[in-house]
């Protein structure tokens, strides 16, 4: 199976701290896997370094058999490959729907375009994206007034509208009402197998990321400590070592 | 229906209005100014998040640029008048784009910093230079029709430059254009994380402001009838100051806002003048503490916080809920 992202030996040092070290990981088209390791161990600054936010320090990062480690935030993006925060980001004093008709697949926008206006069916899919995530009927908000979780949802929602090939998601269930987490797995597995969207998903909860994920990735210190299918990295005795703190 | 009737009762106003009280001519044309100076501003400043104290400079520009065009190039008043208006607006734009590229990479404080220091160049290089008059300024050509017809001409002027530009900017709100602007106000690395050509948005909103206001600085300089490089033309202390006041009062980032803004001050500044002369500046000045403290986020956005209904802001179950219930 052809990788859709290839990661190899990456390094990333913000002064004298090591961020990533010599990390390569490698994901194959149409699959989600999972990147665990304890706060602290790179799995946010590797995101940060995949869609270009800094430059690497060396290494080479591949999207689709092309390199990307030193293309920019925007350019990578218009390849297909976006990624959603942490710490939501969203565009607070826009409603739901607005937020959603300008994440369009920027592909589509010409320079003509910058005048055009949203048509019916971006409005259409921005309501049915609304739906499915369950923020329909509160769509004419504005989105800095939604819960903490609601924008998460709101967040992958645009994520969605501009139709990437491969999403990179931050720790998707931080932050959400646990009743609701069981659909947004569920959601997370439809888009995957409807869309064929690859995900490659930092998560902290052990419970969702196996159940979630069918290869998982292991960072802690920076540096790659174990890998393979979720039964395997789970008893794996230095994953559970590195989040015990057992050195 | 009710709306064209609003509409057109407000065309009619304003088509008569320099009939009805032709003293007040010139204060009626510098308030369609003002709602140019606040609209333009708004379009950064409010839509986009970029606060700017340079625009004066496009201002200045087109001023300048027309009375070189009337004095330098022998024809006919209104072919100068027209060819002067649309030069000015081309090299506002074209200033815009080349500085854009440069100044637009500046965010927040430090862009507001670097466009200051716009405005206060821009005044000093006029009034240094030679060709533009240098500190005596320029004196646009006599208006040739009857004593009186100036002020009634560029009263009809301002008049349809505001319109338009009104027009203009609510047709490029309503498209991608203000949502997209909208975006990079509210957080700009997240558009660019989303692939939005940020850049490119921004220069062409910069653009924009600066066609618009370009050709209001060269029909203020008919207006006034004289061109002194700080006072009139890059008159940053005054003007520069004023429009970024007035789409905050009005209650920047929406479209009525600066309107309402600009209204508003124009009236009050007026009255100060009128009244309470000698003391004008200071009530001035009083004024605009007034405005930052009490209306932050201005009228309209004032109203928007008190009443999100009336602005469309409104969930759609809980509204269920509350008819049923």
Redesign the interface.
């Known amino acids: 199976m052809t990788p859709i992202l290839e990661v190899q030996r990456v390094r990333k040092t913000f002064g004298g701290v090591v961020a990533n070290r010599e990390v390569s990981l490698s994901v194959p088209e149409g699959k989600i896997y999972g990147l665990i390791g304890p706060n602290g161990s790179g799995k946010t600054t590797l995101f940060s370094s995949i869609v270009g936010t800094h430059p690497i320090d060396s290494g080479s990062i591949k999207f689709r058999g092309e390199e990307i480690s030193r293309l920019r935030v925007p350019q990578i993006a218009r390849l297909g490959l976006l990624r959603t925060f942490q710490q939501t980001r969203i565009y607070g004093k826009m409603t739901c729907v607005e937020n959603l008709l300008i994440s369009v697949a920027p592909g589509t926008l010409s320079w003509r375009s910058m005048l055009a206006r949203p048509t019916a069916e971006e409005t259409r899919k921005a309501e049915d994206l609304l739906a499915f995530v369950g923020l329909h009927s509160k769509r004419h908000l504005r989105a800095g007034d939604l819960s903490f979780g609601q924008q998460k949802l709101l967040e992958m929602a645009m994520a969605l509208m501009s139709e990437p090939r491969m999403l990179l998601l931050d720790e998707p269930t931080a932050g959400i009402n646990p009743s609701l987490i069981n659909g947004l797995i569920a959601r997370l597995r439809q888009i995957n197998a409807e869309l064929g969207i690859t995900l490659l998903v930092i998560e902290h909860n052990m419970r969702v990321i196996m159940g979630l994920a069918e290869y998982i990735y292991c960072l802690a210190h920076g540096e790659l400590l174990a890998e393979g299918e979720p039964a395997a990295v789970k008893s794996d005795h230095r994953v559970i070592e590195a989040y015990l703190g057992a050195h | 229906m009710k709306r064209w009737i609003l509409i057109a009762a407000a065309l009619a106003l304003a088509i008569a209005a320099p009939a009805i009280i032709p003293a007040w001519r010139t204060q009626l044309a510098f308030l369609w100014v003002m709602i140019v100076f606040s609209l333009t501003w708004d379009l950064l400043g409010g839509q986009m998040g970029y606060n700017s104290f340079g625009n004066i400079v496009f201002f200045g520009i087109g001023m300048y640029v027309c009375a070189v065009v009337q004095r330098d190039l022998h024809l006919a008043y209104p072919v100068t008048l027209a060819a002067g208006i649309a030069a000015g607006g081309a090299l506002a734009v074209s200033v815009a784009a080349l500085l854009g590229s440069g100044i637009l990479g500046l965010r927040g404080h430090y862009f507001a910093i670097g466009t200051l220091g716009l405005g206060i160049a821009a005044g000093e290089l006029a009034g240094g230079w030679d060709f533009v008059g240098a500190g005596g300024g320029m004196v646009p050509p006599q208006y040739p029709g009857a004593l009186g017809g100036r002020e009634t001409f560029f009263y009809y002027l301002s008049f349809v430059l505001a319109a338009v530009t009104f027009v203009s900017l609510r047709w490029?709100y309503?498209?991608?254009?203000g949502?997209?602007i909208?975006?990079i106000?509210?957080?700009e690395?997240?558009?660019?994380?989303?692939?939005?050509?940020?850049t490119?948005?921004k220069t062409?909103a910069w653009c924009v402001s600066a066609l618009f206001l370009g050709i209001e600085g060269a029909i203020v300089g008919n207006l006034i009838g004289f061109i002194d490089p700080r006072e009139t033309a890059f008159a940053g202390s005054t003007f520069g100051v004023w429009m970024v006041l007035m789409a905050i009062l009005g209650g920047k980032?929406t479209l009525w806002g600066p309107v309402l803004g600009a209204v508003v001050f124009h009236v009050m500044k007026e009255l100060f003048w009128t009244y309470l002369l000698g003391w004008q500046r200071v009530a001035l000045g009083f004024l605009i503490v007034v405005i930052v403290i009490f209306f932050p986020v201005g009228i309209l956005g004032w109203a928007r916080e008190k009443w999100?209904e009336l602005f469309?802001?409104?969930?759609?179950?809980?509204a269920?809920a509350e008819a049923s219930g």
């Open positions: 490029l309503a498209g991608r254009f949502l997209a909208n975006a106000r509210d957080d690395d997240k558009a660019e994380a989303m692939g939005l050509w940020t490119r948005y062409a980032g999100p469309g802001h409104r969930d759609e179950k809980r269920a």
